[in-house]
């Protein structure tokens, strides 16, 4: 399941994205740079999928 998180700006105004746990403590805070970019690099079962059948 994919994390839920919610955005913020930091005090020099980067934004960021908070996970929080069942209880709505933070679990990880993030810059929104690096989890985009992490994301954009991460490739989706559907993707992985389509890259198999093409080798074949």
């Known amino acids: ?3 839920h998180r919610t955005t913020h ?3 020099a105004g980067k934004k960021l ?3 929080r746990d069942a209880a709505g403590k933070f679990l990880d805070i ?3 740079k690096r989890a985009h970019r992490a994301d954009l690099s991460k490739k989706s079962k559907a993707e ?3 890259d198999r059948k ?3």
């Open 1 to 3: 399941m994919p994390t």
């Open 48 to 50: 992985k999928s389509q």
């Open 30 to 32: 993030q810059s929104y």
């Open 17 to 19: 994205y908070a996970v």
């Open 9 to 11: 700006r930091s005090s």
């Open 54 to 56: 093409n080798r074949s």
